[in-house]
């Protein structure tokens, strides 16, 4: 035990460490091919935009852009952001239905304290976002999981479960999905489904929290237009973030909800951290301003296909036939499911010493179930790395 741990408060004991973020610190300074991040590729990144745009910032607004700015965000960026969630079909907002955040996690976090108490009853989705999953537990919900299959969540389990709640008089808080692209799946969902899942959102009364981290990483096919975009009730509030599609190092998100959400939010923020940093800001601002971001997605896009495709050929070819894997139609990562035999958490050393990380795929489950599942990261390594990180792990699997 240790001597601090009487003075620790019970909601930091519920808090759990980060494997990805662990895992990246094993790698650090050591010849591994990590499969195990969800950092976007370097190349991608806008630095000479960034760079002159930053230079702009300072001559032109340096007396605003370095000093305390209102805490729901400074205006350009909520006015530059109302514009670029229209790209995701969401319309008839204003700076009003915008906050900016320190990235999407901010905005995760901040939502679930403001929503979620001990015992509410919580769906997401089996597999999702591990560090949602962590804040969530934090919160001490009841869970309730949905499938993912490889046409997204699967609904009909979620209304299953819906209406035994109903018959057993409980109430569900909220729903957290991530639609387009999932983390760690891929998967997207179609509009049909969008547009059912908010049928059952109204008709059995909850909140909808909406994932879009990689709504502008679909590069097979035109992604869906947000559930947001189709909420008549205001039910939905969705978040975004700049890490995928400007730079992660920005640490810059958004949330878009009913005007009485944010306000609540804001409060929130107010007591946390004031506001998010107001240089950063800026620059995004301008960086919309001058389609900075509209201009570099189709690259990404392209990089991130081809990243993929290296990905899926090298499982074909190296992995046993008795393991099998999502086909991402855009994201960063592939997700991998073993024998029932393995467990993919034990097998993590083995890999590491020979060269190769990826997260075990526990993480991804409330329940800590999926132990002979892995996420693999095809985003950040180089196609060389892709196929040996994969060679290496397709043995590591066989042995």
């Known amino acids: 035990m240790s001597k601090w741990e009487r003075f620790l408060s019970r909601e930091t004991s519920l808090l759990k460490t980060s494997e990805i973020r662990d895992l990246l610190k094993l790698t650090e300074g050591k010849n591994v091919i990590s499969l195990a991040g969800g950092l976007p590729d370097p190349s991608t990144f806008p630095s000479e935009d960034i760079k002159n745009i930053t230079d702009y910032v300072l001559q032109n607004f340096s007396s605003r852009a370095l000093q305390y700015s209102a805490t729901a965000g400074i205006p350009e960026l909520r006015e530059s952001l109302v514009n670029l969630s229209n790209k995701r079909g969401i319309m008839n907002i204003n700076n009003e239905n915008i906050f900016v955040t320190v990235g999407s996690q901010e905005a995760l976090f901040i939502l679930f304290n403001i929503l979620v108490d001990p015992k509410d009853h919580v769906f997401v989705e089996m597999p999702s976002y591990l560090a949602a999953l962590n804040i969530l537990r934090s919160r001490t919900p009841t869970f309730h999981g949905i499938p993912v299959t490889d046409s997204g969540t699967d609904l009909d389990s979620l209304e299953q479960q819906l209406k035994r709640m109903k018959e057993e008089n409980q109430k569900p808080k909220l729903l957290y999905i991530i639609p387009t692209a999932q983390n760690p799946g891929g998967t997207t969902l179609t509009l049909d489904d969008r547009k059912r899942v908010l049928e059952l959102a109204s008709e059995y009364d909850f909140l909808i929290i909406e994932d879009d981290a990689y709504g502008f990483l679909v590069f097979d096919g035109e992604a869906p237009p947000a559930i947001k975009a189709l909420d008549k009730e205001g039910r939905v509030i969705y978040t975004g973030t700049f890490s995928k599609i400007l730079a992660p190092g920005m640490r810059l998100g958004w949330i878009v909800a009913d005007q ?31 389609n900075v971001i509209q201009n570099n997605l189709p690259k990404i896009r392209s990089l991130y296909k081809e990243k993929r495709d290296v990905m899926l050929k090298a499982m074909e070819d190296y992995f046993p036939k008795t393991a099998k894997w999502s086909k991402p139609v855009g994201g960063m990562f592939v997700f991998a499911w073993a024998s029932e035999k393995i467990d993919t958490l034990q097998l993590l050393s083995k890999a590491l010493n020979s060269g190769v990380a990826y997260v075990p795929g526990s993480s991804f489950f409330y329940d800590y179930s999926g132990r002979n599942t892995m996420r693999l990261n095809f985003s950040f390594p180089n196609r060389e790395q892709l196929e040996r990180g994969i060679k290496i792990l397709g043995q590591l699997i066989k042995e």
Do not use: W, Y
Request: hydrophobic share 45%.
């Open 260 to 290: 009485e959400i944010i306000n609540e939010v804001e409060l929130f923020k107010q007591n946390v951290d004031l506001h998010t940093p107001s240089f950063t800001q800026f620059i995004a601002a301008e960086a919309i301003k001058r």
